[in-house]
């Protein structure tokens, strides 16, 4: 099936499909004196980086359709990070990804930089420091007023996080009354998109929410997300086996993130010409970031106006910025597990219902730097669209989703 007929069958913007050029397995252009680009990208899949650098060398990237050239430029980088990461102690290559040795101690600070650029860009993790501080700040600080709205106005921030938590008025009884919030949502979401994010497939907004089933449990499933297509219909499937640690306010979030505008918009767009697999691997932040930007993004166009809303769409905020400061702590500032969870409690109060403390903190220290990209995709995202808003912002939104994931450095469009 062609681009263009995919396009018509969902309904997609003209604006997106002027983004997405033409299929990625046809080189337009046709082959270079070195083969087309999208043979080199898969040559150079299977070569240490170094040989794989050299494949790519000959390519004009601004020559090249958008799709492609995002596949170059994104391959071009990785590799060259991946190169460097290859010569360093305590990384195991290429079967791995060049990603340190589990248990192999503790990481340079120029070995923890080239991990955060690996997946994500250019970004000194000391400069990534400071700006997650100052988003945590500002958290905190407007998650006070709605706190006081409700009556919670004593104490720190994690505490009164920890106090809502426990209150029974917000425990639901069933999962069928949760899930039924989150298709009310659901559908409220569906509404905005097109004054949200523009024109999209039919089929990206064609998406479902149910709770796992039995079987799934019985499976050791968790929670799930099934990216829509033209022919499937999209679904998240929301891991409520412990119902009373998912109180109704921390839930409308959940539906931004989720499905709409959040994962699937961006995944199924993305799927009309996928990312090739250099490019899913080394700008693979970006899908987290753009969920969570969907969040911020359902809040700035008033999804959350009840303050308990607006409090559960900040504790998740808080949840990813505090998580990425322990990432830096534990790995550039050598915070022992006591200290990291100790600040995890005092930010946050609750830990998030798929990261408790005693599951994440070791996920940290084993996957350094993982953390802070996913945060900081999600800041470089808000960046690329701050000061904007109408059509110019849905403009940026259709070129930023149309063209599939990104770097850093290619997030301004």
Not at 85 to 99: E, H, S, V
Request: charged share 20%; aromatic share 6%; glycine share 10%.
């Amino acid at each position: 099936m062609t681009l263009d007929r995919r396009a018509m069958l969902g309904g997609i913007g003209a604006s997106i499909v002027a983004a997405a050029g033409p299929a990625r397995h046809a080189d337009a252009r046709g082959p270079t004196p070195t083969g087309t680009v999208t043979t080199a990208l898969d040559e150079a899949a299977q070569l240490p980086p170094g040989e794989a650098l050299a494949r790519l060398a000959a390519f004009p990237a601004t020559a090249l359709p958008l799709h492609q050239r995002l596949d170059l430029l994104t391959a071009r980088a990785g590799l060259a990070i991946d190169a460097r990461l290859a010569q360093l102690p305590g990384t195991r290559g290429p079967a791995g990804g060049y990603r340190p040795v589990p248990d192999a101690g503790p990481i340079t600070p120029d070995h923890y930089a080239l991990l955060l650029a690996r997946p994500l860009g250019s970004v000194a993790p000391r400069a990534a420091q400071a700006r997650l501080k100052r988003a945590l700040e500002r958290l905190h600080a407007k998650a006070a007023p709605s706190f006081a709205a409700i009556g919670l106005d004593q104490g720190s921030i994690g505490a009164r996080y920890t106090r809502l938590w426990q209150d029974e008025r917000y425990l639901y009884g069933s999962q069928d009354a949760a899930v039924g919030d989150m298709a009310r949502l659901l559908a409220a979401a569906r509404d905005r998109t097109a004054a949200t994010i523009g024109p999209v497939p039919a089929w990206c907004v064609d998406v479902a929410v149910r709770y796992l089933s039995p079987e799934e449990i019985a499976a050791g499933k968790n929670g799930y997300r099934i990216v829509p297509t033209p022919t499937r219909q999209g679904a998240y499937i929301v891991d409520l086996k412990q119902l009373r640690r998912r109180p109704s306010w921390t839930l409308p979030s959940v539906v931004a993130h989720e499905l709409l505008p959040g994962h699937m918009i961006q995944l199924g767009v993305e799927g009309i010409v996928p990312p090739h697999p250099l490019r899913i691997d080394y700008a693979a932040s970006f899908v987290e970031g753009w969920g969570i930007y969907a969040e911020q993004l359902a809040a700035v166009d008033g999804a959350f106006a009840d303050p308990r809303a607006m409090l559960g769409h900040l504790h998740w905020l808080i949840f990813r910025v505090g998580r990425a400061l322990v990432d830096l702590g534990i790995h550039l500032d050598r915070w022992s597990p006591d200290e990291a969870r100790a600040r995890l409690i005092a930010w946050q109060g609750e830990a998030a219902y798929f990261a408790p403390f005693d599951t994440e903190l070791p996920r940290i220290r084993q996957e350094p730097a993982a953390r802070v990209a996913e945060a900081m995709a999600w800041l470089a995202i808000a960046d690329a669209m701050a000061g904007t808003n109408g059509r110019r912002r849905i403009a940026r939104h259709q070129r930023l989703i149309g063209g599939g994931r990104r770097r850093i450095e290619q997030m301004q469009v």
